[in-house]
Structure formats: C-alpha cells, structure tokens
C-alpha cells in the first residue's frame, strides 16, 4: 500500500480508531498488525518474508544474551547469511543469473542457470538493513535484545517508514515504545505539517515533474540534448521531492502515533562539498553504510588509497542496494570516486583551495556531481545513460529532433518554488518535527482552516499518480 | 482517550472532509465547468492520464449545459474512433437543413469499452438527451481493466453489478475508483490543474476547435502490417479476442446494464460498429481473428431494446471500412471520412423521431 492510495485514509482511520481504543501491549499489538495489513497489501505471501525475517533475528538476538566467543559470532554469522541470503535470492538472483547467461552466450555455452523470477518485496532492502543493524548492535554490545517480541516485530515492520525508509535503528525506536503517546496535540500537529510538506513534494512536485522526465529517457533517441538537460535537471528534483517527501510522511505518520523518525534529508541540494551532500542525503542510509561497512573497512584510517578503496567498496554496495542492475553499480561508483577523493583531498592545497572558493560555486559543482550520477539512476540501462551523458558532453549520440515539451516553464516555476521553499525551510528542519512552524501558533479554527486549505490545494494540484520511486528498492 | 479522539477527529479527519466539501463548492458548478472545459489543452498537449480525465470532463461540462431552446439531444459515445469520427457540426447542420432543433454531443472518449457504458450513466441524467448512440469497436467487448482510466470513469455500484469488482479491480483501484467517483476535486484535479497552470504562465487559450480532431487537412498514412502477432496476454489483443469469441465477457454485460439503465430513463439508444479499416485486419492485434459472432452476440443482447441500425450495421458501413484513404491512420477516420460517415449517421437519425422529441 501506497500512501497515496484512496485506501490508505481509511487504512490509516482504522489504525486511529486502535491507537485511540487501546492502551499498553495492546496497542503495541495492533500497531504491529496494522503494520503487517500494510505489508500484505502488496503482496500478502511476502508477509511470511518479513515474518520469518524478524522470528529469526529475534530469537538469534536472544541468543547472543551471556554468550562470547564462537557462539555469539556464530549466531552473527546466522542472523547475516540469512538477511543477506534472503536480500540475495529475492533482490540479485536474477541479475547473477542473467550475468552469468551473458557469460555463457559469450564462451558458446549458452544460457547456463535459469533466472528464478522473483517478484521483489516491497522494502525488503530497508527492513533487511534494519534487522542486520539490530543483530550486529546486540553482537557488539551496543544494545540489550529487545524483551518483548512484540516490540521487535513492531520496529521491523512500523508502516509509516517500511517499504521505503528512513532506515530506523534499533537503539533509537525500541525505546521509544514503552513511552510513546499518540495523538497529543503538539505532536500531532508537528506531524500533521510534516505529512503536509511531504505530500505538497511528492504529489505537487515530483509527480508533475514525472511527465517531463520519463519520456526523455524511455525514448531519448526521439528528443534533443537540451531536452536530455532539462529532464536531467528535472529528474534531480523529482528524486528529491519524491523520496524526502516519503520521508516527510513517514516521519510526520510516526509523530501522529507518538515516535520519533530520525531526520532523513538536511536540504541535501545546498551542500558544498559531496561529503557534506552524503551527509545530508538519506542520512540514514549514509550513516548505516558508514557504521556497518565504511568504518569496519577501516574507513579514512588507513592512508589515502585505502581510504578511496573503502569508498569505493561501500558506495558500490550502496549503488547495488538500491538495485540489481549496472547502472545502479555504476552511479554507486560515481559517488564511490567522488567521495574517495573528496576524503583524499582533505588537508591538501587542493582541497584548501575548494574550500575558499565562492560557497554558491561550491553549491553548483556539488549539485552537477550529483545531476551526472542521476542520469545513471534513472536511465533505464547503462548504454542509455552513457549514452545520454555523451551527447550533453557535446559528443555524438542518439539524440533526436524532439525539443523539451513547452509545458516544461510550469515545471521550471515548480522548480523556482522548491528552491525557496529549500531555503526557506533550510534552518527549520529539525523545528518542525519537534513543535511545529504554523499550526501550534495559531487558534483552533486557524488550524482546521490552515490544514484544510492545505490539504485542498494539495490535491487539487497533484501530478499524475506515480509510485515512490523508492518502493522499487 | 477522549483526548486522542478529539485530536484526530479535529486535526485529521475533519480537515481531509473540509478539503473534499470545498472543492465541491469551489469546482462542482457549471460555471467553472464550463470555463474549465472551454480552456482545456489540446488532446496531443497532455499525457494519457490527463487526456482521460480532460476529455470525460469536457463531455461532462457539454452535457451539464442547458440544451439551447429546450431541444433534444443526442450523444455518441464510444472510443477515440468517435472522437475523431463524429463531426458535430456536419450532423447538426444536415438536421438544420430539415428543421431540426436537435443538438449533437460527441461524447467519444479514449479507449472507451462497453463495460464501462454503465460507469457513466451520471453523465446521461439530463432530461434533454433524448437518444445514445453507442458506436462500438472490435475491441469493445473485452474483459481487461484499464487502470489509466478508473479515476475519471468509474461507478463502484454498477461495477459491482456487471460484476466487474471481483473479476478486475485491485484493493487499491476500487478505493481510488470510488474517491474520484464521490469527489469532484478528486475526479477532475488532474484537468484543472492543468488549466489553472497554463493560465498562471499566460499559455492558456480558448480550445481552437471544440473536438480532439484537427479539423484541418489530414494526411492518409498507408499500413502495411506488423510481422508479429501480439501476445494473447497483451491488453489490446485479448480484448479483440474475448470480443470476438467470448458469449459473456464484461463488456457484454456492460452494454446489457447500459440499455437496462437508457429504458428506465426513457433515452433512446441505437447500437452500431464504428467503421476500423480493412487494412488492418491481419494487425497484430486482429490478426486470425472472425468479428461475426461479436455482431450476432450484439444484436441478441440489443433485440427489441434499440432503435432500428440496419444502414449502420456492418454490411452498410462496409465500405467506409474497405476504403483505406477515408482513413488518417491504422485507427481513425480523417477528416474526408468523418464527413462521409457523418453524413450516414445524421441522415439515418433524422428517420428516427424518437431523437428529435
């Protein structure tokens, strides 16, 4: 389920009317069974995926409690072949399987295993990270098990941020459950703008730039290069608005209910430097990447050229998280690259020298950096966006006649106005998670007013209907 | 608990019904209506989605629209193929020619089927239309569910009925499918957008012509085949397929429903094949593929319950279909064909009374 199907309203109705009805365990039960509902509206067979994947770290969790040694790790190693496992079969078995068929076609063997075919589940990459970060924490020592299984099944599968982040840890949300209280009127009203802003970015935005954007590089042979830069830039704006909107609602969701979600996106386009931009861009994702993988590599500890391997080691595993595909391999390599070097060039003249330049300047570098690795995501495979790349670099290529559609200024204005509203919000991020801009400050009647009028414009304004970008992760 | 219950009664649920009523106020009137639709873009300017919901809502705004001088109305529906078949101005000036007041709707929209002639029966409660004339496809019999087109045409009752609920729709369809159907804001956000946002960058213009057709020239394109026959799991070539061998199909039942609703309201309804050119009929999605139990299954369900069709049964219109140049594409008719056609249709009505009173 999407939260922008009709059904959600009523869905998320029902989850009210429990969370209203019910105190204690209780409601820690029902949250979690509303959650698995949200789950099987997608495909209800994966919700023994989810299922199994949590009794397993559960009870192996539970496990580690008194043990060193090889037993712990042994129970480690358990709990990560089979997260990994489970990621592997339903998310890469079929790229492997194609890889290894090309390689065959190439030695004139011919197709050598038979690609299985898996549907993906929905957000199997978040709630597979997320138990992985849970066992590791407990194996480290960093955390005690949860008690409650309850509590657990319900961190795995909270819906306001299952199926496409943030990716929550463990040490934060568990303790969060005994304590929470939903719909107090603060954070309600916190979340309440939270949820607004994010459904302003993903249907007003991202989902009028998606008409622009996808038939540029579904088709980009029919259009020309200044189309490819135009849809490009787009594109840049719609993954934005897309995804932080998510994020935005899922954290506005979990507000509404009486948690906190983790910030996940820090105005990620005013960065200037593409360090600052990871830090910035699905920060949860950046931050279990550098504690889970980055640093155990040995991260910038280890001289300069270990330092750019490990970045390029983990930004390929990012890359590769996010799919099963050579482009995906490659925008991670991009990233990989240009971090390694960012932290190779730290307390050199060079990187001096960046650092004195113009901040507006650093913005735009950064943001370019950034806009050439999406033509990598988005294209549909890797010769398209290579090829799409080369013809903006001025090279030949397979651009067409077909100019950008005129219609484009009204997504340019769109444009203008997430860039001031990226500035304008930029120092209230955190704020309104926490209290709120508008809604606390004014009368009663002014709120239903305000969220009203909100939600009207909202819908009356929104793009064709798009999936998330991100459920395809 | 009464607490929580206040918060989310005050700050969620009741914001969400103040945001739907408004937009009923604001929009659901005849007058924006009518603006809306007299500023909508062309058909070529927009995506699908948008084109869907921008041509069910300027049929909507043409039919909420006082019938000049009291006259009756009569209304082709069916696919693009009426869209750009019908010439309004061609049939309603042969009837001038006989003194008749009778006005013309096209109310052709695309890739209607006949499943969902039923799920618009909001659209043919004006006391004015006297008469639908139900132009159908090879393909308008079929089965599949086009999910483009549920936010602008749907109806959850009578998709019940004609049991289409069960068969076709997903969870999350029938919810989206009933909120535009409650929700005016819902069903027609996607053409007022649209409209206010060509108005805001000063691109908005009066339509040039009221139809999706270009009136102008239109070039004669020759067909020559595809190679390859679509896969049977492909949308278009199963509906051709259950449409030509299917006794009962969804679109079936949805004509059966169509004229069971037309009778209670006292609408004529005439039903005929619109004309598709012979030299498509080996396309990848016709090919090896008989229509003459399509037309028999047709003329079973219309028996007595239609007014009469024979000039614009199949053997009639045949040569419309065997004449390649009438058409502009593997499709459509163009604008030489239209006329032609036009002319059949408008001179066969005006010896049907019962769409002139």
Same mark, same amino acid.
């Given at each position: 389920?999407?939260?922008?199907?009709?059904?959600?309203?009523?869905?998320?109705?029902?989850?009210?009317?429990?969370?209203?009805?019910?105190?204690?365990?209780?409601?820690?039960?029902?949250?979690?069974?509303?959650?698995?509902?949200?789950?099987?509206?997608?495909?209800?067979?994966?919700?023994?995926?989810?299922?199994?994947?949590?009794?397993?770290?559960?009870?192996?969790?539970?496990?580690?409690?008194?043990?060193?040694?090889?037993?712990?790790?042994?129970?480690?190693?358990?709990?990560?072949?089979?997260?990994?496992?489970?990621?592997?079969?339903?998310?890469?078995?079929?790229?492997?399987?194609?890889?290894?068929?090309?390689?065959?076609?190439?030695?004139?063997?011919?197709?050598?295993?038979?690609?299985?075919?898996?549907?993906?589940?929905?957000?199997?990459?978040?709630?597979?990270?997320?138990?992985?970060?849970?066992?590791?924490?407990?194996?480290?020592?960093?955390?005690?098990?949860?008690?409650?299984?309850?509590?657990?099944?319900?961190?795995?599968?909270?819906?306001?941020?299952?199926?496409?982040?943030?990716?929550?840890?463990?040490?934060?949300?568990?303790?969060?459950?005994?304590?929470?209280?939903?719909?107090?009127?603060?954070?309600?009203?916190?979340?309440?703008?939270?949820?607004?802003?994010?459904?302003?970015?993903?249907?007003?935005?991202?989902?009028?730039?998606?008409?622009?954007?996808?038939?540029?590089?579904?088709?980009?042979?029919?259009?020309?290069?200044?189309?490819?830069?135009?849809?490009?830039?787009?594109?840049?704006?719609?993954?934005?608005?897309?995804?932080?909107?998510?994020?935005?609602?899922?954290?506005?969701?979990?507000?509404?209910?009486?948690?906190?979600?983790?910030?996940?996106?820090?105005?990620?386009? %005013?960065? /200037?430097?593409?360090?600052?931009? &990871? #830090?910035?861009?699905?920060?949860? *994702?950046?931050? !279990?990447?550098?504690?889970? @993988?980055?640093?155990? %590599?040995? /991260?910038?500890?280890?001289?300069? &050229? #270990?330092?750019?391997?490990?970045? *390029?080691?983990? !930004?390929?595993?990012?890359? @590769?998280?996010?799919?099963?595909?050579?482009?995906?391999?490659?925008?991670?390599?991009?990233?990989?690259?240009?971090?390694?070097?960012?932290?190779?060039?730290?307390?050199?003249?060079?990187?001096?020298?960046?650092?004195?330049?113009?901040?507006?300047?650093?913005?735009?570098?950064?943001?370019?950096?950034?806009?050439?690795?999406?033509?990598?995501?988005?294209?549909?495979?890797?010769?398209?966006?290579?090829?799409?790349?080369?013809?903006?670099?001025?090279?030949?290529?397979?651009?067409?006649?077909?100019?950008?559609?005129?219609?484009?200024?009204?997504?340019?204005?769109?444009?203008?106005?997430?860039?001031?509203?990226?500035?304008?919000?930029?120092?209230?991020?955190?704020?309104?998670?926490?209290?709120?801009?508008?809604?606390?400050?004014?009368?009663?009647?002014?709120?239903?007013?305000?969220?009203?009028?909100?939600?009207?414009?909202?819908?009356?304004?929104?793009?064709?209907?798009?999936?998330?970008?991100?459920?395809?992760? | 608990?009464?607490?929580?219950?206040?918060?989310?009664?005050?700050?969620?649920?009741?914001?969400?019904?103040?945001?739907?009523?408004?937009?009923?106020?604001?929009?659901?009137?005849?007058?924006?209506?009518?603006?809306?639709?007299?500023?909508?873009?062309?058909?070529?300017?927009?995506?699908?989605?948008?084109?869907?919901?921008?041509?069910?809502?300027?049929?909507?705004?043409?039919?909420?629209?006082?019938?000049?001088?009291?006259?009756?109305?009569?209304?082709?529906?069916?696919?693009?193929?009426?869209?750009?078949?019908?010439?309004?101005?061609?049939?309603?000036?042969?009837?001038?020619?006989?003194?008749?007041?009778?006005?013309?709707?096209?109310?052709?929209?695309?890739?209607?089927?006949?499943?969902?002639?039923?799920?618009?029966?909001?659209?043919?409660?004006?006391?004015?239309?006297?008469?639908?004339?139900?132009?159908?496809?090879?393909?308008?019999?079929?089965?599949?569910?086009?999910?483009?087109?549920?936010?602008?045409?749907?109806?959850?009752?009578?998709?019940?009925?004609?049991?289409?609920?069960?068969?076709?729709?997903?969870?999350?369809?029938?919810?989206?499918?009933?909120?535009?159907?409650?929700?005016?804001?819902?069903?027609?956000?996607?053409?007022?957008?649209?409209?206010?946002?060509?108005?805001?960058?000063?691109?908005?213009?009066?339509?040039?012509?009221?139809?999706?057709?270009?009136?102008?020239?239109?070039?004669?394109?020759?067909?020559?085949?595809?190679?390859?026959?679509?896969?049977?799991?492909?949308?278009?070539?199963?509906?051709?397929?259950?449409?030509?061998?299917?006794?009962?199909?969804?679109?079936?039942?949805?004509?059966?429903?169509?004229?069971?609703?037309?009778?209670?309201?006292?609408?004529?309804?005439?039903?005929?094949?619109?004309?598709?050119?012979?030299?498509?009929?080996?396309?990848?999605?016709?090919?090896?593929?008989?229509?003459?139990?399509?037309?028999?299954?047709?003329?079973?369900?219309?028996?007595?319950?239609?007014?009469?069709?024979?000039?614009?049964?199949?053997?009639?219109?045949?040569?419309?279909?065997?004449?390649?140049?009438?058409?502009?594409?593997?499709?459509?008719?163009?604008?030489?064909?239209?006329?032609?056609?036009?002319?059949?249709?408008?001179?066969?009505?005006?010896?049907?009374?019962?769409?002139?009173?």
């Amino acid at each position: 389920m999407s939260f922008l199907d009709a059904l959600f309203f009523p869905f998320l109705a029902m989850v009210l009317v429990a969370v209203v009805c019910v105190t204690g365990r209780a409601r820690v039960i029902a949250l979690t069974v509303f959650s698995y509902l949200f789950y099987a509206a997608a495909f209800p067979p994966y919700v023994f995926l989810l299922l199994g994947s949590s009794c397993l770290d559960y009870v192996l969790a539970r496990g580690m409690r008194g043990k060193r040694g090889w037993t712990r790790r042994s129970l480690l190693l358990i709990s990560l072949t089979s997260n990994l496992g489970l990621l592997a079969t339903f998310k890469y078995a079929d790229f492997l399987a194609t890889q290894i068929n090309t390689l065959g076609e190439a030695a004139g063997l011919g197709a050598l295993v038979q690609a299985p075919g898996f549907l993906l589940p929905v957000g199997i990459s978040f709630y597979t990270f997320q138990t992985l970060s849970y066992t590791i924490d407990v194996y480290r020592g960093q955390m005690r098990p949860a008690r409650d299984p309850w509590d657990f099944f319900l961190y795995v599968s909270f819906f306001p941020q299952l199926v496409a982040g943030p990716i929550i840890r463990a040490s934060h949300f568990l303790p969060q459950i005994k304590a929470h209280r939903p719909l107090v009127e603060a954070g309600t009203l916190a979340g309440i703008e939270l949820i607004l802003i994010g459904f302003f970015k993903k249907a007003v935005i991202a989902d009028n730039l998606a008409p622009f954007v996808d038939p540029v590089f579904n088709a980009p042979q029919a259009y020309s290069v200044g189309a490819y830069y135009l849809a490009t830039i787009f594109f840049s704006v719609q993954i934005y608005c897309d995804f932080s909107g998510y994020s935005d609602i899922a954290r506005g969701l979990a507000r509404v209910l009486g948690f906190h979600v983790p910030l996940n996106f820090r105005a990620p386009y %005013l960065s /200037g430097s593409i360090i600052t931009f &990871w #830090r910035r861009w699905h920060i949860s *994702l950046s931050l !279990w990447l550098r504690d889970y @993988l980055y640093i155990p %590599l040995g /991260g910038n500890r280890r001289g300069r &050229w #270990r330092t750019l391997i490990n970045a *390029l080691i983990t !930004w390929i595993l990012g890359g @590769l998280w996010h799919g099963a595909a050579w482009q995906f391999i490659v925008w991670g390599l991009w990233h990989g690259l240009l971090v390694g070097v960012a932290q190779t060039l730290r307390g050199t003249r060079t990187g001096g020298m960046y650092r004195r330049m113009f901040f507006p300047a650093q913005v735009l570098l950064t943001f370019v950096l950034v806009t050439i690795g999406w033509v990598f995501f988005r294209a549909p495979d890797l010769t398209t966006g290579v090829t799409m790349l080369g013809a903006m670099a001025g090279l030949p290529g397979i651009s067409g006649p077909q100019p950008a559609d005129p219609l484009a200024l009204y997504a340019l204005a769109l444009l203008g106005v997430v860039a001031m509203c990226h500035v304008a919000l930029y120092r209230q991020l955190d704020r309104i998670e926490a209290q709120g801009l508008v809604l606390q400050r004014v009368s009663v009647p002014a709120r239903i007013g305000l969220i009203s009028l909100s939600t009207f414009i909202i819908i009356l304004f929104s793009g064709p209907t798009q999936t998330f970008i991100y459920f395809q992760f | 608990m009464f607490g929580r219950a206040k918060v989310a009664g005050l700050y969620l649920f009741l914001p969400l019904v103040l945001a739907l009523m408004l937009g009923e106020v604001l929009l659901d009137n005849d007058r924006v209506m009518r603006i809306v639709a007299a500023y909508r873009p062309l058909a070529h300017e927009v995506t699908l989605p948008t084109n869907v919901v921008r041509q069910m809502q300027a049929v909507d705004a043409r039919l909420r629209e006082p019938a000049s001088n009291t006259a009756p109305r009569v209304a082709f529906i069916g696919s693009s193929s009426v869209v750009n078949g019908i010439d309004v101005d061609v049939i309603e000036s042969i009837w001038r020619a006989e003194g008749m007041k009778t006005e013309v709707v096209n109310a052709g929209m695309t890739g209607l089927v006949a499943y969902e002639l039923p799920l618009l029966k909001h659209l043919f409660g004006h006391e004015s239309l006297s008469c639908a004339v139900y132009l159908y496809n090879r393909f308008s019999f079929g089965d599949r569910f086009l999910g483009t087109v549920i936010g602008a045409r749907w109806n959850t009752v009578e998709m019940a009925r004609i049991g289409g609920l069960a068969r076709l729709a997903q969870p999350h369809h029938v919810s989206t499918g009933f909120t535009s159907e409650r929700f005016h804001v819902v069903r027609y956000g996607l053409i007022y957008r649209t409209v206010f946002a060509r108005a805001a960058l000063g691109v908005a213009r009066p339509v040039p012509y009221p139809y999706d057709f270009y009136p102008g020239s239109d070039v004669y394109l020759s067909y020559t085949g595809d190679p390859v026959q679509a896969s049977d799991t492909d949308w278009l070539r199963r509906a051709y397929v259950v449409s030509a061998q299917a006794g009962d199909s969804l679109g079936y039942r949805g004509l059966d429903r169509f004229l069971d609703i037309a009778a209670e309201r006292g609408i004529g309804v005439l039903v005929a094949p619109v004309p598709e050119p012979d030299l498509t009929r080996d396309n990848r999605y016709r090919r090896g593929l008989s229509f003459a139990q399509m037309d028999t299954r047709v003329a079973q369900i219309t028996e007595g319950r239609v007014l009469s069709d024979e000039s614009l049964a199949r053997a009639a219109i045949a040569p419309l279909e065997a004449n390649a140049r009438l058409f502009r594409d593997p499709t459509h008719l163009n604008r030489e064909g239209r006329s032609l056609y036009s002319v059949r249709l408008a001179e066969h009505l005006l010896r049907l009374p019962e769409c002139h009173s």
